[in-house]
């Protein structure tokens, strides 16, 4: 059974930082393209950032410059450094699991970006 568990989530003021971890189970993760998403209120979920199996990273143009995600394979873990955080990233931030045309999703975290 495939499990992919956030963490790291919380309420940070703008312009602070917080840094989400996805853990695996179940699943060949070396293999595995991961990503990170997120679903505000009212609106679609969308991809903020992914990463190959390989190492190739993708990032939505609003999170450039200021999230970092990376893979620690050994630890079957994803990361997501947040930096520089604004109101509008204010969501539920999903880890989320490609692997062999099927899709894996976590329960999400939530952030909250406010004074």
């Known amino acids: 059974q495939v499990q992919l568990v956030e963490s790291g989530g919380g309420l940070v003021q703008p312009g602070g930082s917080l840094r989400l971890s996805c853990v695996a189970s179940g699943i060949n993760f070396y293999y595995s393209d991961m990503g990170w998403y997120r679903q505000a209120p009212g609106k679609e979920r969308e991809s903020v950032a992914s990463?190959?199996?390989?190492?190739?990273?993708q990032y939505v143009d609003s999170v450039k410059g200021r999230f970092t995600i990376s893979r620690d394979n050994p630890k079957k873990t994803l990361i997501l450094q947040m930096n520089g955080l604004k109101p509008e990233d204010t969501a539920v931030y999903y880890c989320g699991a490609t692997l062999w045309g099927r899709k894996y999703w976590g329960n999400g975290a939530l952030v909250t970006v406010s004074s």
């Open positions: 990463i190959t199996g390989t190492g190739n990273m």
